[in-house]
């Protein structure tokens, strides 16, 4: 346009300045004319005025064409640049997406995974066309070149107005699109932002550890009797040698006088002794019976005899750690152990070089049960270079078991062997060792298996190759601190201890070592027994069984063989694991070690379905490749039940469903020759059982079967069994099942509760009842390790129906009273001897496990603080941090268990229901983390243990105040926090009639009270 104003300009011009011209023909202009000139002039004049303001506003407006590209390029830029720098957070969402897809995840969490994923997907695609479309915005070359021709007048006018328009055109357009693409940019923006805090709910929160929490334990605690004990007393039975979380290996010492008696030292050491016969590779804690005690060797002085004749120590010069033991013997010779998993390391010390011995027999073990002669089928060979020794230790059958079992070993040594001194004879090796006077130390590397020696050699070299002693006694420390992290108990920091006062510290630190040492006595069981090639020896024994005491040839079995389907896709396991003590770990044990390492926890299942797969059914009590029942009932289904209920998910569920259906309803399900339900009998006790509703007296009569208590935990399976099918997604499809053990079915009582039919309304307690119904006198045997005070309490999912029974909360209170030996809140405490009354007492027995809920029924019963008044004397007066400290067999765990809980105040009363019943925590500030890496932070106001403050004011989660007493396990199963205010004094917290918490086998234990109450509530 400006062109062509100018063009026409030019020609008026022109026009107007024809008369000018100095031409004589032309005639002088009339006074028109010069009017007509002047306003030629003044147009002439306005036109050039016009046409100069015009063509600055024209390059203005290319001016602002540029700046508007300018712009366009600089935007695109910045966008770009933050869509570069979202990638690292895209790119970090896709990997962690993938990690928690490969962890153990719940069917929810999953579900919420997987629909993140595809969020995910959506907003990568979203990532790349805003991308794309911004690319576009800084190539804009071309229309760089037409503002250049517009500016330089090198178009002729119509492509000018043209290219005008076109500029203009493009520029809006663009501008359009680069505002949607703010906006775009700021979408993904927002969206990235929402997936990453959608997906931090599922993500594990990072933990720091507390550095040093081993010195907190004493492996010492528990091997001598119960010191506070009102009768009988049994020993913890505990082993302090070297063992790794869950280990095959525990490597440790076997004193003199502990294979006397089934009373004391069942783990193979016990204190009072003055001598150590032997170091064995195996050991298994805390058992009643005992066990184990595979590939003996002891370091001596004698260059002629084959015999572990022990030696002289004091325990002053005496050590152990979490993964360490050490003693000076009094002839000066000194042993040092370390263990990994699957082996163990020794280094042994002499203070004369040439009279360097060690002596390996084979055929010991911890257990007098030898065959006559002692010919046991035990082997051991010196290898031809004489840098190894291998063989096969054989152990004796273990607690009214039946055949022998295998331990494969394969053993080298850091220095040479005197080859005219050193040999085997009759399954033992003496080798002397040719040291300098200057090396008086042997390091000893020795590998098992209960497949092969080749397998012991393999899971020497995969885990101790070439790690010297301090490597390996680092490596287990650590192992053992990151294991006893899963538990922060802020009083252990360095920090927070140093506040104590001078007067309190010793008090503190004596807590401290004996939750420490507790939860470390938690992971020693079950045990690792496959090899690091997933090989392991299989628990089926083909009919005709052997005779007893056999070593009975088995096949060799592979973890890989055992796949299954999990969520619709093809799972497996990596790790078989043995040593189940299943009666007395049901209670408590399985439930923790599900909640913080449901990993593990899942394995371990997976175990018990493949050895259920290679024996016929859920074994009893497994030790090696072996089943026992050395006690009443059919306890797995309570571990199965009890382990899923807290965490672990991840095994062969439809086949345990299997199983668990097969042991509760087959009359001849049995683990090779050991029934379900029946002891080491012929005649199965099912068939009664379900036809009477209880286990009649003296039955069956060549062995009677403690009637009483194996009624009771027949309950508790039954219990155990019907939740277990309840809680799977094919319950409709076991509805007759389930109503038959959790309802009732025909007009029958349901079978978990079929304690009413022995329970006397006259009497007001449990009594026995012959085949016809008739009431027969109790005997003295009539609960297995207990009494009927004890046993009455042992059912806590049906407490409310009890305590009808009792006569209501009052006569219940009272009778609990009567077992706790309980005066009033202000006089004199029940001893430690009252609290741990034996197994004929009639006050509470905190050593063994069926009493192990009882003072939790006091919430039941309306009366919460008398377990919050209870239960710290108990841990005050019968657990101490002496070598007596456990007040019972720890039988794997289970005990030291129940320690740790308690100081939580957080109990699993019903081993089949996920949920505590809440008691006051006994440390003021502790971090649970649980296995899916959330944690559970657990603050009072003040130190409970220490100052001796004991009852609950208040308490509250995440903030709101909850009043109930039963604390269902997915109110913080994602993580959450519970704080209390405490009291000196009594309170009536959780005491009104409408907390009482839910009961009965068929209850809702989702909820926090048996009834809802009115309007929201949290607790609801």
Not at 936 to 946: N, P, V, Y
Request: glycine residues 8%; hydrophobic residues 35%; aromatic residues 8%.
């Amino acid at each position: 346009m400006f062109f062509k104003r100018t063009f026409v300009a030019v020609l008026l011009g022109t026009t107007m300045l024809a008369g000018c011209k100095g031409d004589s023909d032309n005639k002088p202009a009339d006074t028109s004319s010069k009017a007509d000139a002047a306003t030629v002039a003044e147009i002439s004049q306005g036109t050039f005025t016009a046409l100069n303001t015009e063509s600055d506003n024209s390059r203005g407006t290319n001016k602002q064409f540029q700046e508007r590209i300018n712009e366009l390029k600089s935007v695109a830029d910045a966008d770009i640049a933050a869509l570069q720098g979202l990638q690292t957070r895209l790119t970090k969402l896709d990997e962690t997406i993938s990690e928690l897809e490969a962890t153990s995840l719940s069917t929810e969490e999953l579900a919420k995974v997987r629909g993140l994923e595809e969020q995910l997907k959506s907003l990568k695609d979203d990532f790349a066309k805003s991308l794309a479309a911004n690319a576009e915005f800084t190539s804009l070359d071309k229309l760089n070149e037409q503002v250049a021709r517009l500016e330089n007048g090198k178009i002729g006018a119509v492509e000018f107005s043209a290219t005008h328009k076109a500029v203009d055109a493009k520029l809006t357009a663009l501008e359009a699109a680069a505002k949607t693409g703010e906006l775009s940019v700021a979408d993904i923006k927002d969206r990235l932002t929402k997936l990453e805090a959608d997906l931090k709910t599922l993500l594990p929160e990072v933990r720091e550890d507390i550095a040093g929490l081993t010195k907190f334990v004493n492996p010492f605690i528990g091997t001598t009797l119960a010191e506070v004990a009102e009768k009988n007393p049994h020993s913890g039975n505990v082993n302090p040698g070297a063992q790794t979380p869950f280990g095959m290996v525990s490597f440790g010492p076997d004193t003199r006088g502990s294979n006397n008696a089934y009373g004391y030292g069942s783990g193979g050491y016990h204190y009072p002794d003055k001598a150590i016969k032997n170091f064995s590779m195996t050991h298994l804690n805390g058992p009643g019976c005992r066990g184990q005690g595979a590939v003996a060797m002891m370091p001596t002085d004698d260059l002629t005899s084959f015999v572990l004749t022990g030696a002289n120590y004091s325990h002053a010069n005496e050590t152990a750690e979490p993964g360490f033991y050490k003693v000076a013997f009094d002839n000066n010779i000194v042993s040092e152990l370390t263990a990994t998993t699957r082996t163990g390391m020794a280094r042994f010390s002499w203070p004369d070089a040439t009279k360097a011995v060690l002596v390996i027999d084979s055929k010991q073990s911890n257990n007098f049960r030898v065959p006559a002669g002692g010919d046991n089928g035990s082997t051991i060979a010196l290898s031809a270079d004489h840098k190894s020794v291998s063989g096969k230790s054989v152990v004796a059958a273990f607690c009214d078991g039946t055949w022998l079992k295998p331990v494969y070993f394969y053993a080298t040594f850091d220095k040479p062997l005197h080859a005219a001194t050193s040999s085997e004879s009759k399954g033992a090796a003496r080798l002397h060792f040719d040291l300098q006077d200057t090396e008086k130390s042997v390091q000893v590397k020795i590998g098992i298996s209960s497949v092969s020696v080749e397998n012991a050699k393999l899971n020497l070299e995969a885990e101790n190759k070439n790690l010297s002693f301090e490597a390996l006694k680092a490596q287990a420390s650590a192992e053992w601190n990151k294991r006893l992290n899963t538990i922060q108990v802020d009083l252990a920091k360095p920090d927070e201890l140093a506040k104590v006062s001078a007067a309190q510290l010793p008090a503190a630190k004596t807590h401290l070592t004996k939750f420490y040492t507790a939860l470390y006595r938690v992971y020693s069981g079950p045990t690792v027994y496959s090899d690091v090639n997933g090989e392991y020896r299989s628990m089926k024994q083909t009919a005709p069984f052997p005779a007893k005491d056999a070593l009975p040839v088995r096949a060799t079995d592979n973890v890989s063989n055992y796949k299954f389907k999990l969520n619709g896709e093809e799972a497996g396991y990596n790790t078989h694991y043995s040593g189940f003590s299943m009666w007395d770990t049901y209670r408590s044990q399985a439930q923790l070690i599900a909640l913080v390492a449901p990993d593990e926890a899942s394995e371990m299942m997976q175990s018990l379905v493949a050895d259920a797969k290679q024996c016929g059914a859920i074994p009893h009590w497994v030790d090696g490749s072996d089943d026992t029942i050395p006690m009443q009932g059919d306890h797995g289904p309570n571990v199965v039940a009890g382990s899923y209920a807290f965490g672990a998910r991840h095994f062969d569920i439809e086949s345990m469903r299997t199983f668990m259906k097969q042991s509760a309803f087959k009359d001849d399900s049995a683990c090779n020759n050991k029934l379900s339900v029946g002891r080491n009998d012929n005649m199965p006790v099912l068939p009664t059982y379900k036809k009477l509703g209880y286990v009649p007296a003296n039955f069956p009569q060549s062995n009677p079967w403690h009637a009483g208590s194996a009624t009771v935990e027949m309950v508790t399976s039954d219990r155990s069994i019907g939740a277990f099918l309840k809680a799977l997604p094919t319950a409709a499809s076991d509805k007759l099942e389930i109503d038959d053990l959790l309802t009732g079915a025909a007009g029958k009582v349901a079978r978990a509760s079929n304690w009413i039919n022995l329970f006397d309304d006259t009497k007001k307690k449990l009594e026995l009842k012959d085949f016809n119904g008739a009431w027969v006198a109790s005997a003295s045997k009539t609960f297995h390790e207990s009494t009927e005070e004890n046993y009455i309490w042992a059912f806590a999912h049906d407490w409310s129906a009890l305590i009808e029974k009792l006569g209501g909360k009052s006569v219940a209170i009272d009778r609990l009273n009567k077992l706790f030996v309980f005066s009033s809140f202000t006089g004199t405490e029940p001893s430690g001897h009252q609290l741990n009354s034996g197994e004929g007492g009639t006050t509470f027995y905190i050593g063994n496990e069926p009493a192990f809920q009882t003072p939790w029924a006091y919430n039941w019963a309306g009366s919460p603080k008398h377990a919050q008044y209870v239960i710290p004397i108990i841990m005050n007066k019968t657990f101490t941090t002496n070598p007596g400290g456990i007040p019972g067999n720890d039988d794997m765990g289970a005990t030291s268990t129940w320690y740790v809980l308690a100081a939580l105040g957080l109990y699993p009363v019903i081993p089949s229901e996920a949920g505590f019943a809440v008691s006051t925590p006994q440390f003021s500030g502790i971090n649970l983390w649980l296995g899916n890496g959330r944690k559970l932070r657990i603050e009072t106001d003040k130190q409970a243990l220490l100052d001796d403050t004991r009852y609950i004011e208040q308490m509250k989660l995440d903030d709101a105040v909850y009043s109930g007493t039963w604390l269902p396990l997915e109110k913080i199963a994602k993580g959450s926090k519970l704080s209390f205010t405490l009291s000196k004094l009594t309170t009536e917290w959780g005491a009104a009639p409408e907390l009482t918490p839910p009961s009965g086998p068929n209850a809702d234990y989702s909820k926090a009270t048996a009834k809802p109450l009115p309007g929201p509530q949290i607790i609801q």
